[in-house]
């Protein structure tokens, strides 16, 4: 409709330039007069202008973003080749669900260097395992015959230390064993590794898979399989969208009457209704180039059908006036001036050049050019265009 509209003002535009060549500083109202067919055709609708309470808005281009402090960057961990990705952009995320594998050389040398180690002390627990049963056995020999007085108690004694000995050796090794553990859970910790499967299976596993740290959107993948990757360089940014930035460029003129806490409701572009919100964010400087003020609205979006990057018009309710408006279709506009049609008598059309002033996303200040109580077009003024555009090629 609105491309339609376009073509057909700057049809209009090319056909009146040569009628409004002797007089264009002045525009002269202009009478349409329909049959019943026509006025039929049009859907016409009119409305007595008067007075009435609308909200004062300021309407600001903006742009749907996620919110900083909801967004998570995923970096590797490490050196290494990607070998699995495990999701796409868009995706909805859950805590813990995984997104990216990575073959890692580095973990692969840890793990290697643990297992070394964990196999050296495993033998040795294993000797002093041995070398314990022996001397507890021993022990066990010795209590009895030094009980049935047939050794001596300084056997017995013997005996008994070398348990002790050789129980407090294994102890140790075993406390070497789990401090070996721990410390190379933390090595590996850090860059994503586990060694639970190379205690388990006694072979090393170099792979590392990263999980999501949160509920989220996927906004962005940077990875594929086969890649090769640095230690920190970002893979993947997710967000939580069920809140989500309405971010806009407020002109000079408006920044004295945007303050946080103002409501904002939105027309997305790409869709139909409107979307309601809080002004959170009112930049305290004015951009010294485009001399525009940043303004930032929080917006549920529970549902999650508003994307980043969409675009949408904002509009900042900023109080309430008691005017003579009209509905903001009923208002059309050629070259540098607004006009209303206003019915004159049955059938009979004119068109104003009116005066706008303030506005919001449904209605129109009228300054001049109607008067209350004149019955003003408020459905079909496109039409009575058509019709302007078919006079003025016919004459």
């Not at 180690?117 to 209590?143: C, M, P, T």
């Not at 090794?173 to 410390?183: D, F, G, P, Q």
């Amino acid at each position: 409709m609105k491309i339609l509209k376009s073509i057909l003002i700057i049809t209009l535009s090319a056909v009146l330039t040569g009628c409004a060549s002797k007089n264009t500083a002045q525009h002269t109202n202009k009478l349409l007069t329909l049959t019943d067919a026509q006025e039929s055709n049009a859907k016409i609708e009119t409305s007595p202008l008067q007075e009435m309470d609308i909200e004062l808005q300021i309407t600001i281009p903006a742009q749907f973003k996620a919110r900083n402090q909801s967004i998570e960057r995923v970096y590797s961990p490490v050196d290494g080749k990607i070998t699995e990705v495990y999701v796409e952009p868009g995706a909805v995320l859950k805590i813990g669900q995984p997104v990216v594998q990575i073959k890692s050389d580095e973990i692969s040398q840890i793990q290697l260097e643990f297992l070394e180690k964990i196999l050296e002390i495993d033998a040795g627990v294993n000797e002093l395992k041995a070398q314990f049963e022996l001397s507890r056995q021993n022990y066990n020999r010795e209590k009895t015959l030094y009980n049935e007085k047939i050794s001596s108690r300084a056997e017995y004694e013997t005996a008994n230390a070398q348990m002790k000995k050789d129980k407090a050796n294994l102890d140790a090794l075993y406390l070497k064993r789990s401090s070996l553990i721990n410390v190379y859970k933390q090595r590996l910790a850090v860059y994503g590794g586990s060694i639970d499967g190379v205690l388990r299976t006694k072979q090393i596993y170099p792979y590392v898979t990263l999980r999501a740290n949160k509920n989220g959107i996927l906004l962005e993948r940077k990875v594929n399989p086969g890649e090769i990757v640095e230690k920190n360089r970002e893979l993947f940014n997710l967000a939580d969208l069920s809140t989500i930035w309405l971010v806009g460029y407020a002109f000079e003129k408006d920044s004295s009457a945007l303050h946080v806490g103002e409501s904002v409701t939105g027309t997305l572009e790409e869709a139909s209704g409107t979307i309601n919100g809080v002004l959170s964010y009112v930049s305290p400087i004015l951009d010294s180039t485009t001399k525009t003020l940043e303004v930032r609205a929080d917006i549920p979006n529970k549902d999650f059908k508003i994307k980043p990057n969409m675009y949408a018009e904002m509009f900042v309710n900023t109080g309430i006036v008691h005017v003579l408006a009209i509905p903001n279709d009923a208002v059309e506009k050629y070259g540098d001036y607004d006009f209303a049609y206003v019915k004159t008598a049955p059938h009979t059309y004119e068109e104003r050049k009116v005066k706008t002033g303030r506005k919001n996303d449904q209605f129109t200040e009228i300054i001049s050019g109607v008067n209350a109580g004149e019955e003003v077009v408020t459905r079909g003024s496109f039409e009575l265009l058509g019709e302007s555009i078919k006079k003025q090629e016919a004459e």
